[in-house]
């Protein structure tokens, strides 16, 4: 299977569940090839800003910021990423990614309400597929384009609202 993960921003991952196979019945009908879960941070441990630099004049910046450091019944934060590289074609990939999540909670008695919003963006250029042909016969190389101006540009915006009743005789230490 494929999973397209551009949208999470890493250093907000608590929690990854994963199974193999159509054996998760609990997780839906489309676990063809399995599944995977991740549950992000309720309340970020510590702030972060994060600034990365690698080969091919690529750059990540990250961030998150807690909104409500000394709240006990409350937790909102806000995170995001910049991402940009180049990539190790011959025409230059121009990969530009933009994400940005932010989490807020509340406990209320025993009932936990979550609201989660997340935005992503990106654009690249690409090399695309090659014909195999182009590569034997020396036309372009393994890391080469047909056409340098290929590519794309995507986005997504979620947003989710969930509610948690406790049951009576539960032990909840939601916010510790």
């Not at 879960?37 to 441990?45: E, G, N, V, Y």
């Not at 609201?115 to 016969?137: E, H, M, Y």
């Amino acid at each position: 299977g494929y999973a397209d993960l551009h949208f999470v921003i890493p250093e907000t991952i608590k929690e990854i569940d994963f199974g193999k196979g159509t054996y998760y019945a609990d997780r839906g009908d489309f676990t063809t090839a399995g599944y995977v879960a991740l549950q992000t941070f309720d309340k970020l441990p510590s702030n972060l800003l994060k600034i990365e630099a690698g080969m091919f004049n690529t750059m990540r910046t990250a961030g998150l910021f807690n909104l409500m450091p000394q709240k006990q019944t409350q937790s909102a934060y806000v995170g995001a990423e910049l991402y940009h590289t180049d990539g190790p074609f011959d025409a230059p990939q121009k990969f530009k990614r933009y994400n940005i999540l932010s989490k807020y909670q509340v406990q209320k008695g025993k009932t936990v309400f979550t609201a989660q919003l997340s935005t992503f963006w990106s654009k690249w250029n690409a090399s695309g597929q090659i014909p195999d042909r182009g590569v034997k016969d020396a036309s372009i190389g393994w890391f080469g384009a047909i056409d340098n101006n290929e590519g794309g540009q995507t986005s997504r915006t979620s947003f989710s609202i969930k509610t948690v009743s406790i049951l009576p005789n539960t032990i909840f230490k939601r916010f510790s």
